[in-house]
């Protein structure tokens, strides 16, 4: 167990390095680069910005740039943001709640409704269900979130008036329930493409325990079907389920960001967009390595997970 | 001589009838070729049929809607003529999307191609750099490069490519390392033949399955990504039409003109649900065993 563990963090540690070396090129690429934020200064004369460039450092090599901006990262230094000058982990913190929040109540949802779509289709392999869902889930994976965002606040917005088209909260409420009635439309057209991935995933891994000799050993013991589904094949099949989602955590996390952007709901890619309009380099760049630093730990925390429960990883 | 009953040539073109009849048989992948070939055969010859050009500026009908006079699909907020806008948006929509699956799954070919074939070091640090890669939320990599750099549809189109070309190497490093161990490819090297050749022409032909399934789909992504990014401002940049740019302000009117939202959003989704259904209609065809369920 522990030379897989430290061998599983030593690779989080190489990605992330990897990671952070693509932010920076990233960064160079910005108009005017970590200069831009003064360049728009009235008044600022070009003698004026060679010497802030100086004093930033910015007239040294790319690489011992890099390693000074990698230090700062590591010690929690992401910058300023140009808009309000609050420090860029702060305000990524303040809307991380809010992306969290959406993110969870979609999976939740989404693993239900996939799981049980993917198990039944499974054991119904080549039935009517099965096809359908096959089709259905093709379609759920290719409309675009953002435009189903578009039609759902058209019809139970506009027209039906049922749910409110935006924002986390009405202004002066706040509270739980009304938080909950603005979660509703973001997280099920969110959950529709989700649906789909686990829907597909779940049905996969459930045909390949269906066959195998301790399912029918387990139906030659005369076992209950019902018992055998939950037990034997569904718990097996669950397995492979906690990879995937480590997996799929940047499809989930973009998906939750594009929700985001249709229905102004206040997380991490509202702030992103706002940010990007407003030329905010340093929230642009403080999100971009956030998220890529969170699907590194989602991984590893999947890994772990699945080494936990699975003796045969641990082994090997 | 008997030209019709030598025994070579019919059994290659029997090898590859079969898949192109499992593909005829499956209902999906026809659906599919269907959809994207009608959305083609619109976009490119449905302008010659319209009596508006995209740019023509209807001032008594703005915000007509469908099906008011010759305005098919209505009219938007300045008077143009939809249907026009759309299958010209189409042209420009469905290139970069096209273009950028070329462009993407020839850096994702050589790259899976090279760290499969050598292995070792090389393909370690390849791969790696493909997981890191795919650690960013693609949305959020495109956008700060399509934010950072000036938007030409060119920039657009290799922008999206720049940030879809891991897949691609994933799945041809996996079935390259799998293909490096045959016989074939030892004799070849027994044979002498430089890296580079065995590389490309002994082992890229036997991969070619995988990486036109894996083409297909990323096609349909770039025409997401590329709706995505032109529906929030950061993409292709009116005038020019794409579908993306078309629902770009259509959430303001969407109360008064749903039919601006609606009528770019179908299109989208039939051309990116045509080429998946295509790509998953050749997946089974070619055989190709599929690696992420």
Redesign the interface.
Known sequence: MARFLIGRLWQSI??LL??S??GFM?LN???GGPLSQYALTPGMTKEALDRIAEQMGLNRPLPLQYLDWLWKLVQGDWGRSFRDNRPVLEVINSHLYATLLLMGASTLLSMLIGGWIGIRSAIRQGSAFDYTMT?VC??A????T??VG??A??IFS?RLGWLPAGNMYTVGDGSLGDVLVHLILPTCVLALVNVAIWA??MR??TLEVVNQDFVRTAHAKGLAPRRILMKHIVGNALLPMIT?AGMQL??L??GA??TE??FTWPGMGRL??DS?GYNDYPV??G??MF??IL??VG?LLADLLVAFVDPRIRLE | MSDTLSPATPRRRFGKNRAVRRFMNNP?AIAGLLMVLGLTAACFLGPYLLPFDEFYIDLRARFAPPLTGAHIFGTDPLGRDIAARLFHAGQVSMMVGFLAMVISTVIGTVVGVVAGYRGGWTGTALM??V???????????L???A???KPSPMMITLIIAFTSWMEVARIVEAEVKSVREREFVMAARMLGLSNGWIMFREILPNVMGPIVVAATLTV?RSI?ME??IS??G?GIQPPLPSWGNM?NG??QY??AA?WL??VP?LA??IA??GF??IG?GLRDALDVR?HN?
């Open positions: 190489v990605l990897l990671v070396l693509i990233v690429l910005a108009p089709v093709f379609v994976l290719s409309i675009p953002f435009w578009l039609v606040i058209f506009l597909r995933y996969a891994a995937l940047p499809t996390l973009g960001l594009v952007t249709v992103f967009l990007l642009v760049m999100l971009l998220s890529a699907v590194l991984n | 999906l790696r750099l997981d890191a890669f795919l650690s960013f939320p693609s949305v959020f990599l956008l700060t490069l934010a950072f750099i349909a997401l709706a995505y529906f929030l950061y629902l259509a959430q969407l109360a749903p939202a609606i959003g989208i989704t990116v649900t998946n259904f998953d599929s369920g």
